[in-house]
């Protein structure tokens, strides 16, 4: 639990770094800001595949199991 929040927690910080970033690039910034913005989305990606499969390992452990009937066979 306290990964899967923490990733999310980094994924809207990173959102937040990256808009304004963003913001910085298109008013006709350095390379730097550029740079900045490449760091800011990798890590926004990456903080967001991360909660993304946490949230995917915990459904398949949470899903109930087929109903297995033992089936006669011929």
């Known amino acids: ?8 927690a980094a994924a809207v910080f990173l959102l937040g770094g990256t808009v304004a970033t963003l913001k ?6 350095s ?10 989305v990798s890590g926004l990606l990456g903080s967001l595949g991360v909660a993304g499969r946490i949230v995917v390992v915990v459904g398949r452990s949470v899903r109930p ?10």
Do not use: C, K, Q, Y
Not at 1 to 8: I, P
Not at 31 to 40: F, G, K, T
Not at 65 to 74: G, L, M, Q, V, Y
């Open 31 to 40: 390379r730097i800001n550029l740079a900045l913005l490449v760091v800011s």
């Open 65 to 74: 199991e087929p109903d297995r009937r033992p089936t006669a066979h011929r």
């Open 1 to 8: 639990m306290l990964v899967f929040w923490s990733a999310t």
């Open 24 to 29: 910085a690039v298109l008013a006709g910034g």
